[in-house]
């Protein structure tokens, strides 16, 4: 049996070697390196030293955060919310979930194009009804200090579809007989949702949110190709400021950057799990 | 399922409840979809009415979008990569996937929880923070800017989730099967092959969905990866689109839809697939 099972295994840990555990080695060694393809130098800390000098950078972290916080306070309550009032069942509720959960399936390039459109300041649709509503009509949300953060937020903290499937399926699995209970103790549908249904979702409320950081930590495709950052690097993240010094050529500093994103990651993670009390059934 | 008819029949609702539900569910359906529901719309307009900006509905309709996405912007060529990219890379992942994924649930043996739980791991990171050494293996191994290269690399990025989906699917199947094949002689290939292929069957083809399109929107990589117009897929393109708009806005905003409706398409024809599928990969 220890042969085949060695082949088995074999095209897996080589894809996983070759494309994570090989980059992820070069990622911690080079962030203490000046490199830059032939050019190549230990530099002990200085590409920490530079990042925490560095504005922008914390600029970007601030943003990132941003983001994540949007996801955390704004999505996935709304999509929990969402989730609760559909697994009520209410009449045509099984189109109202495919309904909502479409714009999940809708890559973050295309929302650049779809909210470039959106919100141009002349032709795009959110001033022209705003106009139509008698408010000023000409601002340039993506272009405006002020404003370009949320804007940038507003794309994607709609897009709920994930959530409210990883709730209702939660609450699927919760027994009959606990509402039975509840209704026979003469409880009302808000107490239930409430009292009953909403503490046993900790779990997957959790999970919605490790899902979501890390999709927000890690935040490129949308900003890169909406604002590339501007104005001003108002919306730029870590990954687009990593991605800056990968094309500058500065690949030691860059792999410092990534190393900052994914310590971030390890971090918000582990803080969610331990908040959430997740991992608690076996791996 | 069943818990929640049970929330619905506890009582009749009043009216004002109903109002408040649909209510709350139009207003974020409406939120959720209007840019993108305006922009397909958009697609069957002229030029001149996308630039005024006025009309919700397109006046005069026209397809003539469509026409210039594919004569002017070649988006054919773009979609040909990307279904390439998404079939290959799909297939790749689940055949590393499957071949890891029995083992790892069947079998016991020195280091395998560590190697389950590095698989996981990659599935918990931001993977965009390596970008920098990954472009760097890619192109030592002679892989940058090739659609081989492409392939092979979006089977090992869709290998993780892929693998713990369907261990955890392997998992909670009882081994009978197998063991009985393998008494009567089957070796460990041919009982993978025979018993356990056809009984993931399920497994398989919802990982296969979602699998694909994860990959047909992937931009991060295919931009660090590729440069070749040739070589490049339909989210790049998309990202060139935006450039385009000066002078072909139509071919642009049509391509863009057309971009969008395979993975909804996919959606709305495999949904069972495509939630369990991720409800699965969150959970695990």
Not at chain 1, 259 to 270: D, E, N, T
Request: a neutral charge; proline letters at 4%; aromatic letters at 14%.
């Amino acid at each position: 049996m220890r042969g085949p099972v060695m082949v088995s295994l074999l095209p897996g840990i080589t894809l996983f070697g070759i494309f994570f555990l090989v980059p992820f080695f070069v990622l911690v060694a080079t962030a203490f390196a000046r490199w830059g393809g032939l050019d190549f130098a230990w530099v002990g800390l200085d590409n920490y030293q530079r990042m925490f000098d560095d504005p922008v950078f914390f600029k970007a972290f601030g943003n990132t955060l941003f983001y994540a916080a949007a996801s955390m306070f704004i999505q996935v309550p709304l999509g929990v919310a969402v989730g609760m009032v559909l697994a009520l069942r209410p009449r045509g509720w099984r189109a109202l979930r495919t309904i909502i959960f479409v714009p999940f399936v809708i890559s973050g390039a295309a929302y650049a194009v779809i909210f470039s459109m959106f919100y141009n300041p002349r032709s795009g649709l959110l001033n022209n009804v705003l106009g139509a509503l008698g408010l000023s009509g000409d601002r340039d949300w993506l272009f405006d200090t002020a404003t370009a953060r949320w804007a940038v937020a507003g794309t994607f903290v709609f897009i709920i579809g994930f959530v409210v499937v990883l709730v209702m399926a939660e609450i699927a699995s919760i027994p009959n007989e606990i509402y039975e209970a509840a209704s026979v103790d003469g409880a009302t549908t808000w107490q239930q949702l409430t009292r009953i249904t909403l503490p046993l979702l900790r779990n997957v409320i959790g999970t919605a949110i490790l899902v979501r950081l890390l999709v927000d930590i890690g935040m490129f495709d949308l900003v890169f190709i909406l604002t590339a950052g501007g104005p001003d690097d108002a919306t730029a993240t870590l990954a687009l400021y990593a991605y800056r010094a990968y094309l500058n050529g500065e690949w030691g500093y860059a792999n410092a950057v990534g190393s900052v994103i994914l310590a971030v990651g390890l971090v918000l993670i582990v803080t969610v799990r331990r908040a959430f009390r997740i991992g608690e059934r076996a791996l | 399922m069943r818990s929640a008819e049970s929330v619905a029949a506890a009582g009749k609702r009043p009216r004002w409840a109903h109002v408040l539900i649909y209510g709350f569910l139009g207003a974020v359906a409406l939120l959720a979809l209007t840019p993108t529901v305006w922009v397909m719309l958009s697609s069957f307009k002229t030029g001149n009415q996308i630039f005024s900006g006025e009309g919700f509905w397109p006046s005069p309709f026209t397809v003539q979008g469509f026409v210039d996405a594919f004569t002017q912007i070649h988006l054919h060529e773009y979609l040909l990569n990307t279904l390439i990219y998404a079939t290959l890379g799909t297939l790749g992942a689940l055949v590393a996937a499957f071949l890891a994924a029995y083992p790892l649930a069947r079998f016991v043996f020195v280091g395998r929880n560590a190697l389950v739980a590095l698989f996981s791991l990659a599935l918990a990171l931001p993977l965009v923070g390596l970008a920098t050494p990954v472009f760097f293996v890619v192109r030592e191994l002679g892989l940058f800017d090739s659609r081989l290269g492409m392939v092979i690399f979006y089977s090992a990025l869709q290998f993780p989730f892929t693998f713990i989906v369907l261990r955890a699917f392997l998992v909670s199947t009882p081994p009978e099967l197998e063991e009985a094949a393998m008494m009567d002689g089957a070796g460990y290939f041919t009982t993978l092959l025979r018993v356990v292929l056809p009984l993931a069957r399920p497994a398989l083809a919802t990982v296969a969905v979602v699998a694909f399109v994860n990959i047909w929107n992937e931009f991060f990589f295919a931009n660090l990866l590729l440069v070749s117009q040739e070589n490049q897929n339909v989210q790049l393109a998309l990202a060139g689109f935006k450039s385009q708009f000066g002078f072909n806005v139509t071919g642009a905003v049509a391509g863009a839809t057309v971009v969008m409706l395979v993975p909804i398409c996919l959606f709305l024809i495999l949904q069972r697939q495509v939630i369990s599928g991720l409800t699965a990969g969150a959970v695990k």
